[in-house]
Nanobody, 126 residues
Framework: QVQLVESGGGLVQAGGSLRLSCAAS????????MGWFRQAPGKEREYVAS???????YYADSVKGRFTISRDNAKSTVSLQMTSLKPEDTAVYYC????????????????????WGQGTQVTVSS
């Protein structure tokens, strides 16, 4: 098992910034791609960004240029720096881990990630 715990969510005005963090524990963090997804009320879970073990990153078009994903393998953490936030970014944000060395860090499909955090709420007011 890999336990993922997100933090850093909150309420922010449009145009503001937030930094989400995800701490992993349990089975090895090594070799796993990490992803961030989000889910707004009444909508399906949506891909946001992902990062490979070697720090290659990939983003949804809706957040490209505004969000930055990063990881610290020594600390088993992954972060999502969000800037220029918009009301449509409002959602519960989830951290997810892929199987080790799955080779597809660009996957936007939730089923390709086998461990999930409990989520953290991000609310952007207009």
């Amino acid at each position: 098992q890999v336990q993922l715990v997100e933090s850093g969510g909150g309420l922010v005005q449009a145009g503001g910034s937030l930094r989400l963090s995800c701490a992993a524990s349990g089975r090895t963090f090594s070799g796993r791609a990490m992803g961030w997804f989000r889910q707004a009320p009444g909508k399906e879970r949506e891909y946001v960004a992902s990062i490979s073990w070697g720090n290659s990153s990939y983003y949804a078009d809706s957040v490209k240029g505004r969000f930055t994903i990063s990881r610290d393998n020594a600390k088993s953490t992954v972060s999502l720096q969000m800037t220029s936030l918009k009301p449509e970014d409002t959602a519960v944000y989830y951290c997810a881990a892929s199987p080790p060395y799955s080779g597809n860090y660009r996957s936007t499909v939730p089923a390709d990630y086998n461990y999930w955090g409990q989520g953290t709420q991000v609310t952007v007011s207009s």
